[in-house]
């Protein structure tokens, strides 16, 4: 694990507030992560396909490049990117 060093006058008053920042940017991450999930949900429904299976198809000649599949694949990667912080995030500790 590595560490990160912070030095400060004051670290009673600052390691509260780095908790309460990361658990902030936390609950936003997860209110994303919901909302990205809900849009990709609806592509799901809308193309009676599952994400999977979009992403292994949509290749230059198998589906056609519309504005709705470049969406799809675009939450797909924001759910990801958004997964991905939120795995960081919850890795840190406040000592």
Do not use: H
């Amino acid at each position: 694990m590595q560490q990160i060093t912070i030095q400060t006058q004051n670290a009673k008053r600052l390691k509260p507030l780095l908790k309460s920042a990361i658990q902030s940017q936390l609950d936003d991450i997860e209110r994303g992560i919901q909302l990205t999930r809900t849009r990709i949900e609806s592509f799901e429904k809308q193309y009676g396909m599952s994400t999977a299976e979009f992403l292994r198809r949509f290749k230059p000649d198998e589906m056609e490049e519309t504005l709705d599949f470049l969406d799809w694949q675009g939450e797909t990667k924001m759910l990801s990117l958004l997964e991905e912080k939120r795995d960081t995030l919850k890795d840190a500790q406040v000592k």
